[in-house]
C-alpha cells in the first residue's frame, strides 16, 4: 500500500506542475489575442478600401491586367497557405492545411499546376514530411507579423503573377488561412486573390448599399493598377497574417484552458485515490496491531494454564 501511495503522490506532484505551465500559457495567449484584434480591426478597413479602390478601377477600364482580367485557359495557379511556427493551439493548424489540400485538389482536377507557398513551421514540416513540393516557405515570425514580413511573403507571389506561365508565372493566386471570428469561432478559409473577382466585390458593396466612386485615371488605367498591384496584394497578404496570428492566439487559449481544466480533474481523481490507499494502509496497519495484541493475549492466556 505505501508503494502505490508514493506512486499517487508522485503523478499529482506531476500534474501539478503540468497545470502550472498550462495555466500559464493560457494567459500569455490571452494576453497576445488581445494585440492581435486590434492588429486586425486596424488593417481590415485599409484592405477593404484598396480592394474596393482596385475595383472601381477595374470596372471603369477596358484594359488587361493580372489584377483584374482572368486568363482564358488557366493552366497554373499559387498557393499560399498561412500556418503556425508553433503548436499547443488543437486543431487551428490541422484545419488550414486540409483546407489547402482540398484546394490543391480542386484546382488540379480543373487540370491547373499548383505551387505552394507556405508560411510556418508546421505547414513547412507537414509537406516536408510528406515529400511534396514547395516553391517558397517563411517562418519565424507568425505569432506577431509586422508589415515587412507581408511584403517579403508577397513579392515572389506578385513576380510570379506578372510572368507569363510558360516563363514560370501563375494564372491565379490564391491563400488559405484561419479567419478571426470570434475568441471561440476561428474558421479555416481560401480565397483567391488575383484576378479579383470583380462581380463578387460588386455584389458584396450593393448589399451594404454602397456606391462604388468615380475615378479620372492620371496616367493612366494601367499605371494605376500596376502600381495598386503590390499594395493590393501586401495589404490583404498582411490582414490574413494578423486574422492568422490572433486565430492562433485564441485556439492556443481554448486548448490550454481545456488542458488545465483537465489536470485539475485529474489531480481530483488522483488525491481520492490517494486518499483511499492510505486509509486502507492504515485500516491494514490496525488490523496488524490489533491481531497481534490478540495473538499476544490469547498467548498469555494460554501459559497461565
Known sequence: MGAQLRVYKRRIRSVTATKKITKAMEMIAASRVVKAQRKVAASTPYAQELTRAVTAVGTGSNIKHP???????????????????RGLAGAFNSNAIKAAEQ???????EGKQV???IVGRRGVAHYNFRERKIAE??????????????????????????????????????????EFVSMMTQTAIDSRL??????????????????LPLYDFEPSAE????????RYVESRIY????????????????????ATDNAGELIETLTRLANQARQAEITQE???????????ADATAGSDY
Not at 103 to 109: F, H, K, S, Y
Open 137 to 178: 516557405s517563411w517562418t519565424g515570425f507568425t505569432d506577431e507579423p509586422t508589415y515587412a514580413d507581408a511584403k517579403k511573403v508577397a513579392a515572389p507571389l506578385i513576380e510570379a503573377i506578372e510572368q507569363e506561365t510558360a516563363d514560370g508565372g501563375v494564372d491565379e493566386l490564391h491563400i488559405v488561412y484561419t
Open 115 to 117: 505551387d505552394s507557398y
Open 103 to 109: 484546394l490543391t485538389e480542386r484546382l488540379e482536377r
Open 239 to 258: 490582414n490574413a497574417l494578423l486574422q492568422s496570428a490572433a486565430s492562433k492566439h485564441a485556439a492556443t487559449r481554448r486548448a490550454m484552458k481545456s
Open 194 to 211: 488575383l484576378p479579383l473577382r470583380l462581380e463578387e466585390v460588386a455584389a458584396q458593396t450593393e448589399k451594404k448599399d454602397e456606391i
Open 67 to 85: 489584377l483584374t482580367t482572368e486568363a482564358e485557359n488557366p493552366t497554373r495557379a499559387a498557393v499560399l497557405l498561412l500556418t503556425s511556427d
Open 223 to 230: 499605371d494605376v493598377l500596376d502600381a495598386l498591384l503590390p
Open 286 to 296: 490496525i488490523s496488524e496491531i490489533v491481531g497481534g495484541a490478540s495473538a499476544l
